[in-house]
């Protein structure tokens, strides 16, 4: 079992910045893929950003490429999401999700362990 918590969250106005982080116990990091998903009120969980098990490889959705940044350091057990030049259409609850199998995948049916969220708004 993983237990993943996010942190980081809160209000900002447009064109601000956050950090996310993803604080994960019970197990290392190290063996899964990671990911970060948002949902918004009456929404699908939608993909946002993938990180390979060693920070190799980095997938984003169209529409923050070149904004946001995942990282991670798996000494800490943490994952990040750096979000620059935030919009209110990124205004969501963001979770991170951790995946046993080394297959890109946005689908989030396919992630194994997901964190409680942590609320992200962004005013105009």
């Known amino acids: 079992q993983v237990q993943l918590v996010e942190s980081g969250g809160g209000l900002v106005q447009a064109g601000g910045s956050l950090r996310l982080s993803c604080a994960a116990s019970g197990r290392t990091l190290s063996n899964y893929d990671m990911g970060w998903f948002r949902q918004a009120p009456g929404k699908a969980r939608e993909f946002v950003a993938r990180?390979?098990?060693?920070?190799?490889?980095?997938y984003y959705t169209d529409s923050v490429k070149g904004r946001f940044t995942i990282s991670r350091d798996n000494a800490k057990n943490m994952v990040y999401l750096l979000m620059n030049s935030l919009k209110p259409e990124d205004t969501a609850v963001y979770y991170c999700?951790?995946?046993?199998?080394?297959?890109?995948?946005?689908?989030?049916?396919?992630?194994?362990?997901w964190g409680q969220g942590t609320q992200v708004t962004v005013s105009s």
């Open positions: 990180i390979s098990w060693r920070g190799a490889t980095t």
């Open positions: 999700a951790a995946d046993r199998d080394e297959i890109t995948t946005i689908d989030p049916s396919r992630y194994d362990y």
